[in-house]
Nanobody
Framework: QVQLVESGGGLVQAGGSLRLSCTAS????????MAWYRQAPGKQRELVAV???????NYADSVKGRFTISRDNAKNTVYLQMISLQPEDTAVYYC???????WGQGTQVTVSS
């Protein structure tokens, strides 16, 4: 069974930066599409960024130019570098495969104004 462990969240002021990490168990990581999702209070979970096994990326319009997804297949880890954070980025951030498998616990990102 795949396990996903997210880390790196925290409380930052608007304009600040954070780098999230997600480590996945299992041998299929290097050949899998990975993604970051987020869920803000009272809202549905949304797809934020995607990275293919060969490093191609795609982003939601709301984060384009501010967030960067990357991966290290040797470490079974996917990253989300976030800059110029805004209060509307406040959410629990999750990583997962695409298509999704079981969810991890997520990591809370809170951006104060």
């Amino acid at each position: 069974q795949v396990q996903l462990v997210e880390s790196g969240g925290g409380l930052v002021q608007a304009g600040g930066s954070l780098r999230l990490s997600c480590t996945a168990s299992g041998s299929s990581f290097s050949t899998s599409v990975m993604a970051w999702y987020r869920q803000a209070p009272g809202k549905q979970r949304e797809l934020v960024a995607v990275i293919t096994s060969d490093g191609r990326t795609n982003y939601a319009d709301s984060v384009k130019g501010r967030f960067t997804i990357s991966r290290d297949n040797a470490k079974n880890t996917v990253y989300l570098q976030m800059i110029s954070l805004q209060p509307e980025d406040t959410a629990v951030y999750y990583c997962n495969f695409l298509p999704v498998r079981s969810w991890g616990q997520g990591t809370q990102v809170t951006v104060s104004s």
